[in-house]
C-alpha cells in the first residue's frame, strides 16, 4: 500500500512546453507539501496546503501553480517550462502543520528533465 | 531564519567503522530536530527525531542528541553496514515556523 503517490515518476518535455505532477496520499494526512531537490541533492519546500488551504508559497515563479482539489491530493502544474526547472519534484504529507514534531511523508519523486 | 548545516559530503567508510555525520543549527526558540534519510532512487523517510533538548532520537542503530547548549544534533552509529549507504538530510521545524528547512545532504557510501 503506497502511503504517497506522484506520477509520473519521470517526465522529459521541452521548454516552452506545459505539464503537470499529481501527487495522492492515503494517510488521511491534513497537510501536503512540495519540494524541489536540486542536482546537488538541496531540498528546498515550494508550497504547503492544510485541508486545501495554501499555507506556504516560498517565492516560487507564478508559472508554478499547485492545485488541491481535495485533503488527498496536491497537483503542480507548471506553465512554460524552464531549462532551470529540471529537478526532482517531491511529494510530502504530514498529520499536522510542520512547525511541529510531525513526521512528513514523502513521494517517490518525479524527475523533471527539460531540453 | 532558521538554518541547519551539515558536514559535507561524500562520506565513504568501511562496512563496521564508526559514523558520526556532523549537524548544527540555527533557530530561535526550540524547534524540533530530524534525520531523514534517501535511498537511491527513492523518497526521503524519517530516520529519527528529537523535539526537546537533551532527548536522544534513535532508530535502525542510529542516534542523535539534541544538544541546546551547542546548537547540535549529530548523527551517529557504532557499525555502518553498506545498506546504509544513502543519502542522510538533517533538518529541523521551528516554532510555528510551518515548514521544515533542510541541511544540504551528506552522502555517505559504505564499500565491503
Known amino acids: 500500500d503506497t502511503a504517497v503517490s506522484q506520477t509520473p515518476k519521470y517526465l522529459v518535455t521541452q521548454m516552452g512546453n506545459d505539464k503537470s505532477i499529481k501527487c495522492e496520499q492515503n494517510?488521511?494526512?491534513?497537510?501536503m507539501y512540495w519540494y524541489k531537490q536540486d542536482s546537488k541533492k538541496f531540498l528546498k519546500i515550494m508550497f504547503s496546503?492544510?485541508?486545501?488551504?495554501?499555507?506556504i508559497n516560498e517565492t516560487v515563479p507564478n508559472r508554478f501553480s499547485p492545485k488541491s482539489p481535495d485533503k488527498a491530493h496536491l497537483n503542480l502544474h507548471i506553465n512554460s517550462l524552464e531549462l532551470g526547472d529540471s529537478a526532482v519534484y517531491f511529494c510530502?504529507?504530514?498529520?499536522?502543520?510542520?512547525?511541529?514534531?510531525?513526521?512528513?511523508?514523502f513521494g517517490p519523486g518525479t524527475r523533471l528533465t527539460v531540453t | 531564519g532558521d538554518s541547519v548545516t551539515q558536514m559535507e559530503g561524500p562520506v565513504t567508510l568501511s562496512e563496521e567503522a564508526f559514523l558520526t555525520i556532523n549537524c548544527t543549527y540555527t533557530?530561535?526558540?526550540?524547534?524540533?530536530l530530524f534525520w531523514y534519510v534517501q535511498y537511491p532512487g527513492e523518497g526521503l523517510q524519517l530516520l529519527l527525531k528529537?523535539?526537546?533538548?537533551?532527548d536522544k532520537g534513535s532508530n535502525k542503530g542510529f542516534e542523535a542528541t539534541y544538544r541546546k547548549e551547542t546548537t547540535s544534533f549529530h548523527l551517529e552509529k557504532g557499525s555502518v553496514q553498506v545498506s546504509d549507504s544513502a543519502v542522510y538530510f538533517c533538518?529541523?521545524?521551528?516554532?510555528?515556523?510551518?515548514?521544515?528547512?533542510f541541511g544540504q545532504g551528506t552522502r555517505l557510501t559504505i564499500n565491503p
Open positions: 533538518a529541523l521545524s521551528g516554532q510555528g515556523a510551518q515548514k521544515l528547512v
Open positions: 533557530a530561535t526558540g526550540y524547534p524540533s
Open positions: 496546503y492544510n485541508n486545501k488551504e495554501l499555507i
Open positions: 528529537a523535539t526537546k533538548a537533551d
Open positions: 510530502a504529507s504530514s498529520q499536522g502543520l510542520a512547525g511541529s514534531s510531525y513526521e512528513q511523508y
Open positions: 494517510l488521511g494526512h491534513d497537510t
